[in-house]
């Protein structure tokens, strides 16, 4: 059971308030996003707490992906995307013109939804974002890739068969190596879009569980269309509706007594 | 209506058919009672099983929900109410049952005394009854919480009841074979209206999702 001394009381206005003060890895103020003439978000303002897994639900279209997408600057790759407001990475804004995105996104990973391994070897796919950032020693990097398949729970089913390509494994140890490829870089945050919705429940509870597990040295922002998968992993939930933030708070308390009418609306599945 | 709507209501008209029968049960132990009519006595204690099935359909109903529908925010908190509510509910009939049984041996004695507080306090308790589970069925929470500061009365009844008694019982040692039964009922409907209680505070829980329970409403 995770502790709730320190848990984050958040309001709905997104401020942390709490005696034992959780430190926020990220601080998101009033964020605007536009796809062309198209906004995407509006004034979104939350903290993400450090080494606590934040969820993101809402319906289709509430601007969840988009959001997670902000956090590592991944959506400056789409044509006619900006944003407007803040999001504090350590007390840098993320988006200040002296900031390479590149860097940033070293240190916030990201899984998406639909396994994506690189169609290379287990080990190559593992080694190579650490090759791209320069490290060539081949005994660090067969430690580093040992490493990151240990701490993706996929090591003890692959450590065998390393030279073999990625595309053979199945989606759940796809995933669970796209988490060990998006570790291997070292991040601080680690953003999962989706990362259950193409498996199965067996390989769904592995990534839960591996997850938790990773709680105790990594943060992470969860978006999921299964809300029981939220109730079961994440700390703080926060909901989206149509661009904005609706609500935002402790899991469990969202879950049993919601304060808007909307959440309680989604989360019962009364919607609409 | 989605078919989940449809269980919640059958689930609800269910607990009100518990609980009508748990008002009866209460109002025709007292009758028992006070008209010392053994017949009727007779009668409340053979419908326990009654409440008793509903009590167990009731349970797995809800946890046949909890397990199928994964419910949350409301639904959830009806759920886990309603499963609470059954048991106090059924608690109360056993309660009605116990003075049934004290009515029949008081029946084969002489009356001690016209009974005068006691029906007063088992009215107040049966209308806590009825008002806690009207507060349950129109999610009413200030309601719920006036049956709670109804409770205090009843409790105060209990004591002067008691005390009343006592004194009969120093005056003359023949009447404490009946005057500790009469005690005994008026223990039982304080009971009742202690559960009566916790029915009203699980409705405040229902509707608000504050747990007022151990605290001074």
Not at chain 1, 21 to 34: K, Q, R, S, T
Request: charge should be negative; glycine fraction near 4%; aromatic fraction near 6%.
């Amino acid at each position: 059971m995770r502790s709730r001394s320190s848990f984050a009381i958040v309001t709905n206005n997104g401020c942390v308030s709490n005696m034992t003060e959780p430190i926020p890895a990220l601080e998101v103020h009033d964020l605007d996003a536009w796809y062309g003439h198209t906004q995407a978000l509006r004034k979104i303002s939350l903290a993400i707490v450090e080494q606590r897994i934040t969820a993101i639900i809402g319906p289709s279209g509430c601007g969840k992906s988009t959001f997670i997408r902000c956090l590592n600057r991944i959506n400056d790759l789409i044509g006619g995307f900006r944003v407007a407001g803040r999001v504090l990475f350590q007390g840098q804004d993320l988006y200040a013109p002296d900031v390479d995105p590149i860097e940033i996104r070293l240190r916030i990973g990201m899984v998406f939804q639909k396994p994506n391994p690189f169609p290379k070897s287990i080990y190559d796919n593992v080694a190579y974002g650490p090759r791209l950032c320069g490290l060539k020693d081949p005994v660090r990097l067969d430690l580093l890739v040992e490493e990151s398949l240990k701490k993706a729970a996929l090591w003890d089913e692959v450590k065998d068969k390393l030279r073999r390509s990625a595309l053979a494994l199945s989606g759940g140890q796809q995933q669970r190596l796209c988490i060990a490829r998006a570790l291997a870089v070292e991040p601080e945050v680690l953003l999962l879009d989706e990362p259950c919705s193409a498996l199965d429940p067996i390989a769904t509870a592995r990534i839960e569980d591996l997850l938790l597990d990773l709680k105790k040295n990594y943060t992470m922002v969860i978006v999921t269309h299964n809300m029981q998968q939220a109730a079961r992993v994440s700390d703080s939930t926060a909901f989206f509706m149509l661009g904005q933030l609706v609500e935002f708070g402790p899991t469990s308390r969202i879950f049993t007594n919601p304060l808007e009418k909307v959440t309680e609306d989604y989360i019962t599945g009364r919607f609409g | 209506m989605r078919q989940f709507d449809e269980e919640l209501t059958a689930l609800k008209q269910r607990i009100l058919r518990m609980g009508a029968l748990v008002e009866t049960q209460v109002a025709n132990a007292i009758k028992a009672l006070v008209e010392r009519d053994t017949e009727l006595a007779k009668s409340v204690i053979v419908t326990d099983h009654q409440v008793n099935a509903y009590d167990v359909e009731i349970d797995e109903e809800c946890i046949r929900l909890l397990a199928l529908r994964q419910p949350t925010a409301s639904d959830l908190r009806f759920i886990t109410t309603a499963m609470k509510i059954s048991t106090d509910l059924e608690r109360m009939s056993d309660l009605a049952e116990d003075i049934c049984e004290r009515a029949l041996e008081l029946a084969d004695e002489p009356q001690l005394k016209p009974y005068i507080d006691i029906p007063r306090m088992a009215n107040w308790a049966r209308t806590m009854v009825k008002e806690a589970l009207d507060a349950f069925v129109n999610r009413n929470a200030d309601l719920a919480r006036k049956v709670c500061r109804d409770d205090a009365f009843v409790d105060d009844l209990t004591g002067q009841i008691f005390r009343e008694l006592l004194s009969f019982m120093i005056e003359d040692p023949q009447t404490i074979r009946r005057a500790i039964r009469i005690t005994f009922v008026a223990k039982y409907i304080e009971r009742i209206g202690d559960h009566a209680t916790n029915v009203a505070e699980m409705v405040v829980y229902l509707v608000e999702g504050k747990i007022i329970r151990h605290t001074t409403v």
